[in-house]
């Protein structure tokens, strides 16, 4: 069964770097045909694509975010990595790390989805 696992820090100063790591178990990141994707829930909106890492290590963002958004991986630990530079009070977030079998674009289609972290709360706040 697989698992995943979003890690990092609950609270971001302004200006500064959110950092969040996706650990997977029960599969590789590096085989087969996904979008390893990072997703975020602002409070009282919706679900929102932020980016994916594919499986072959091309990467692709939503374009609102795309200066600002950096997603990496590491294929030793089986892990991959939300950078968000420049952070502001609105990047505050329940963030979910997800695998994405199917891009059909920048829109969420929770059908798309197969498998996700529990998501962590991100406050960015002085």
């Known amino acids: 069964q697989m698992q995943l696992q979003e890690s990092g820090p609950g609270l971001v100063k302004p200006s500064q770097m959110l950092s969040l790591t996706c650990t997977v178990s029960?599969?590789?990141?590096?085989?087969?045909?996904?979008?390893w994707s990072w997703l975020r829930q602002p409070p009282g909106k919706g679900l929102e694509w932020m980016g994916a890492?594919?499986?072959?290590?091309?990467?692709i963002y939503r374009p609102s975010l795309e200066m600002r958004t950096s997603i990496s991986r590491n294929t030793s630990e089986n892990q991959f990595t939300l950078q968000l530079a420049s952070v502001t009070p609105e990047d505050t977030a329940v963030y979910y790390c997800?695998?994405?079998?199917?891009?059909?674009?920048?829109?969420?289609?929770?059908?798309?989805?197969?498998?996700w972290g529990q998501g962590t709360q991100v406050t960015v706040s002085s």
């Open positions: 997800a695998r994405r079998n199917r891009y059909s674009g920048y829109d969420y289609f929770a059908s798309d989805y197969d498998y």
């Open positions: 029960g599969g590789s990141i590096t085989t087969g045909y996904y979008y």
């Open positions: 890492i594919h499986s072959h290590g091309s990467t």
